[in-house]
């Protein structure tokens, strides 16, 4: 990952030339530059699709490049145009991240862009769907792709959003213990309609609400960290 190319460069007894692309979870892809005349200075770009369509613009948000300006200020800039094709380019000070006890904390912490921009963008849509003018409208399901074929849909509901999470088991006896424990077996009638791909399921459907009041504040922080945990 773009941590292991960073720590491959910088512990490197020459400077190298890097000029390399990398994927994740086939939907992001990254690039990373180096120059062998300023080994100190790296250029990480990223590539992502949306976390849902039509919902959040194709660009980074204000607030989500705070975030991730947020990360490790010393070390991480944002590099400005970035390049041709992607949406954020950040400049990496290389010299910046101690010799110490802490180098490895900070190269996990750069590698936990996508999560950040993630989890942002998660926010951000709950902020959205929770908000007056989501009153005004239909209540049309919002669909949310974390990484391919992990898809969860956001239903507004008066007083409340409706989180559902189609569970898809690899394991054959995963599958044995959700037909015991997992009693929805059929996704919420609000969901009819929806393309039979994205509903698609062999362990049922995960289903909770999310009271409007908790979409606020730091209340939201451990929405979206609650969120992000399932995993299935």
């Known amino acids: 990952d773009n941590g292991n190319v960073c720590q491959r460069h910088d512990s490197a007894e020459k400077p190298l030339e890097i000029d390399h692309p990398l994927y994740e979870f086939?939907?992001?892809e990254y690039h990373i530059q180096s120059q062998a005349s300023n080994p100190q200075v790296a250029y990480l770009?990223?590539?992502?699709?949306?976390?849902?369509?039509?919902?959040?613009?194709n660009e980074l948000s204000y607030y989500t490049i705070e975030m991730v300006k947020g990360l490790c200020p010393n070390v991480v800039e944002i590099a400005e145009p970035a390049k041709e094709g992607y949406q954020l380019a950040l400049k990496l000070n290389l010299?910046?991240?101690?010799?110490?006890?802490?180098?490895?904390?900070?190269?996990?912490?750069?590698?936990?862009?996508?999560?950040?921009?993630?989890?942002?963008?998660?926010?951000?849509i709950l902020w959205n769907v929770n908000s007056d003018d989501a009153l005004q409208g239909m209540y049309k399901p919002i669909k949310l792709l974390y990484h391919p074929?992990?898809?969860?849909?956001?239903?507004?509901?008066?007083?409340?959003?409706?989180?559902?999470?189609?569970?898809?088991?690899?394991e054959k006896s995963d599958v044995i213990i959700a037909t015991n424990f997992f009693q929805v077996a059929i996704p919420p009638p609000e969901l009819r309609g929806e393309a039979f791909e994205d509903l698609s399921?062999?362990?049922g459907f995960f289903i909770?609400?999310?009271?409007?009041?908790?979409?606020?504040?730091?209340?939201?922080?451990?929405?979206?960290?609650?969120?992000?945990?399932?995993?299935?």
């Open 45 to 57: 770009s990223i590539s992502m699709s949306p976390l849902c369509h039509g919902v959040l613009p």
């Open 149 to 170: 074929k992990d898809l969860f849909v956001l239903i507004r509901q008066p007083q409340r959003i409706i989180a559902v999470f189609p569970i898809r088991f690899k």
């Open 208 to 232: 909770f609400d999310i009271s409007s009041r908790r979409v606020e504040g730091n209340r939201l922080d451990k929405i979206v960290w609650n969120v992000e945990s399932i995993k299935f």
């Open 95 to 124: 010299n910046q991240i101690p010799r110490n006890k802490d180098y490895d904390k900070v190269i996990m912490e750069i590698s936990t862009i996508h999560s950040v921009i993630l989890s942002s963008q998660l926010k951000e």
């Open 201 to 203: 399921t062999n362990g």
């Open 26 to 28: 086939g939907s992001v």
